[in-house]
């Protein structure tokens, strides 16, 4: 079975930085982009970045485009997401995603979620 495993969310104080990580199994990593999404207290659920299986594209939400970095190491079948000068607005659960061979900003488009890390940011 397809188990994606995210850690690395906590309390952070605005400004710092976090990185969130994706341990992924019983797939075969490099054929699937990997996502991030979020999903603010009383919100919808937003696209967040998105990195190919060939690791040699990425998009970024404008949201955090310049803050944020994703990356992934297939050997490890892993992907990150780095989070520089968070905001308070950042405060939201995060979601990993895979999505087959479909370099995708779409929730819909992917086949597999975890589930979720809290990200809380003060103030």
């Known amino acids: 079975q397809v188990q994606l495993v995210e850690s690395g969310g906590g309390l952070v104080q605005a400004g710092g930085s976090l990185r969130l990580s994706c341990a992924a199994s019983g797939l075969t990593f490099s054929r699937y982009a990997m996502g991030w999404f979020s999903r603010a207290p009383g919100k919808e659920r937003e696209f967040v970045s998105v990195i190919r299986w060939s690791g040699g594209d990425t998009i970024y939400a404008d949201s955090v485009k310049g803050r944020s970095t994703i990356s992934r190491d297939n050997a490890k079948n892993t992907v990150y997401l780095q989070t520089n000068s968070l905001k308070p607005e950042d405060t939201a659960d995060y979601y990993c995603?895979?999505?087959?061979?479909?370099?995708?900003?779409?929730?819909?488009?992917?086949?597999?979620w975890g589930q979720g890390t809290q990200v809380t940011v003060s103030a």
């Open positions: 995603a895979a999505a087959r061979r479909i370099f995708t900003t779409t929730p819909g488009n992917y086949d597999y």
